[in-house]
């Protein structure tokens, strides 16, 4: 079992940057594919990113193509979602998630564990 915190949402204008971490402690970060998602309110959690075990595979939903980049730091049991040129339909809550399964999945139902998420807030 792996608990997960998340940390570094905040408030930012639109344009600006923010990277969030989560930081994983029980079992070993490396053991999990690692996610994030994002809930805006009134809305169903959105699948963000994901990396696997090793760092080497990544994927994105389309619409942060090009602007957030994923990465982990397995020695620092610790996953990153760099967020650049951030816009205001980027405002959510962001969830940090491991699974155990095969390949770089998008759904929630495939990761069996969360964080309690950190709120992005972007201003027009």
């Known amino acids: 079992q792996v608990q997960l915190v998340e940390s570094g949402g905040g408030l930012v204008q639109t344009g600006g940057s923010l990277r969030l971490s989560c930081v994983a402690s029980g079992r070993t970060a490396s053991s999990y594919v690692m996610g994030w998602f994002r809930q805006a309110p009134g809305k169903e959690r959105e699948f963000v990113a994901a990396?696997?075990?090793?760092?080497?595979?990544?994927n994105y939903v389309d619409s942060v193509k090009g602007r957030f980049t994923i990465f982990r730091v397995n020695a620092k049991n610790t996953v990153y979602l760099q967020m650049n040129s951030l816009k205001p339909e980027d405002t959510a809550v962001f969830f940090c998630?491991?699974?155990?399964?095969?390949?770089?999945?998008?759904?929630?139902?495939?990761?069996?564990?969360w964080g309690q998420g950190t709120q992005v807030t972007v201003s027009s």
């Open positions: 998630a491991a699974g155990n399964m095969l390949g770089l999945l998008s759904r929630p139902m495939d990761y069996s564990y």
């Open positions: 990396i696997s075990r090793s760092g080497s595979n990544t």
